[in-house]
């Protein structure tokens, strides 16, 4: 919506531009008439004082070009999302005649500025300096340039512009933000599941079968099962040890332009740690897992542990190879899935194969829990599912509370 608006204004002043040409050459035409047919000192002087005026704008731009001073500076370019950061920037006049109409160009799409509007006009006197002081937020995680992106000079008679990119942008690295949640999930069972006591479950080791899941050890199947039910059967370990909590998420990027993932991408970190920070916080253990081929997995403990998990997660590269359901099929062969009484899957994307997936989960008794992240910023937070499954969809801008 605000891209859509700002093409509209953009639109409105370049449509302003060729009206005031057309107005002058019309003028000009007229005064060239007016010399054919009636001559006279008055005629030429209309029509030299026509001729002369974009020559005078072109010539007031160059010289604003050439005079004006800029400089910005951010007090660190490793930030963090959603957290205000000092900006300083600075417009100059350097020569002998005043300036009108400096337009300042911000790069919003991913951040903003306090207290310097991207369409204000500014005028400056001959040797004036303008100082703005101010904060710089980044919406979004990534790395990308923030702070102004260009300037748009305009001449007095609003018939042309220069338009100047700065030669020497700011680049931020963007780290995600931690969101606290007091809460995690509304349904009964899931807080139950959650309590410290619920964590850790011992009985005797029994050995039963289940369904083949694709990327099961060979040495897993259950022949004679498998001839009795016509289809892959495997043995499972039942009573054993329960980790508790296993926290995946989908670092499958989309080969499309920057402003449409990063959002998606950044929302996908985001739920990943506040749900990770809640944990931690009250000292629960969970294992995050990523990638497929490369798995990265970290254990936490205790919110000790919790900054390894949150550098792990800021250091995740998304990559349009990556696939969330090869992700399930590599930590099943592991056994990291089948350990947990808890999964937490943070995707952007829902498929039948991932539905297959959590349907082992549940006959496994694992309970699921999928949050699947849409960059529909009208969507509704959605909830459905089973007693041993649910499906929560987020939009990419909501907040997170009372929502995970």
């Not at 302003?16 to 060239?32: C, E, N, Q, T």
């Not at 004082?49 to 010289?63: D, E, H, K, N, R």
């Not at 992106?149 to 680049?171: A, C, G, H, N, W």
């Not at 009964?188 to 039963?208: G, K, Q, Y």
Request: hydrophobic share 40%; proline share 3%; charged share 25%.
């Amino acid at each position: 919506m605000m891209l859509k608006k700002r093409k509209e204004q953009k639109k409105r002043k370049t449509d302003g531009l060729k009206i005031r040409r057309w107005i002058l050459l019309y003028l000009w035409v007229l005064s060239l008439a007016a010399i054919s047919y009636y001559g006279g000192a008055v005629s030429y002087g209309i029509f030299f004082g026509i001729t002369l005026i974009p020559a005078v704008s072109l010539t007031y731009l160059a010289a604003v070009y050439f005079r004006l001073g800029i400089f910005q500076r951010i007090e660190s370019r490793n930030m963090v999302c959603g957290q205000a950061m000092p900006y300083f920037f600075v417009l100059q006049n350097d020569g002998h005649f005043a300036f009108a109409s400096i337009s300042v160009k911000l790069f919003s799409s991913f951040s903003f500025v306090e207290k310097l509007p991207g369409d204000a006009a500014y005028e400056l006197l001959p040797g004036e300096r303008q100082t703005f002081e101010t904060k710089l937020t980044c919406r979004y995680r990534g790395e990308y340039e923030v702070g102004v992106k260009e300037i748009v000079m305009t001449d007095f008679f609003r018939l042309f512009q220069i338009r100047y990119r700065l030669p020497s942008t700011i680049r931020a690295l963007v780290l995600p933000q931690i969101t606290r949640v007091t809460k995690l999930g509304s349904i009964e069972e899931f807080t139950a599941l959650l309590s410290r006591e619920s964590m850790r479950e011992r009985t005797e080791p029994d050995v039963s079968v289940r369904d083949y899941i694709p990327g099961d050890a060979l040495k897993q199947i259950h022949w004679k099962a498998s001839a009795r039910e016509q289809k892959l059967k495997v043995r499972s370990l039942t009573g054993e040890e329960k980790q508790g909590i296993s926290i995946l998420w989908d670092i499958g990027g989309p080969g499309r332009e920057m402003r449409e993932y990063l959002p998606v991408e950044s929302k996908i970190l985001e739920i990943v740690l506040a749900i990770g920070f809640f944990l931690a916080e009250n000292g629960i253990e969970f294992s995050g897992c990523c990638g497929q081929d490369a798995l990265t997995e970290k254990h936490v403990e205790s919110l000790r542990d919790f900054d390894g998990f949150y550098q792990m997660v800021s250091d995740v590269i998304f990559c349009k190879e990556e696939n969330f359901s090869r992700l399930l099929s590599a930590v099943i062969k592991r056994g990291i899935i089948l350990r947990s009484k808890v999964v937490f899957c943070v995707l952007r994307e829902l498929d039948e194969e991932v539905l297959r997936f959590t349907e082992e989960f549940e006959r496994a008794g694992i309970l699921t829990v999928l949050y699947v992240v849409t960059d529909e910023t009208t969507a509704d937070t959605l909830w459905r599912g089973n007693e041993r499954r649910r499906i929560i969809t987020i939009p990419v801008e909501a907040g997170l509370e009372g929502r995970l």
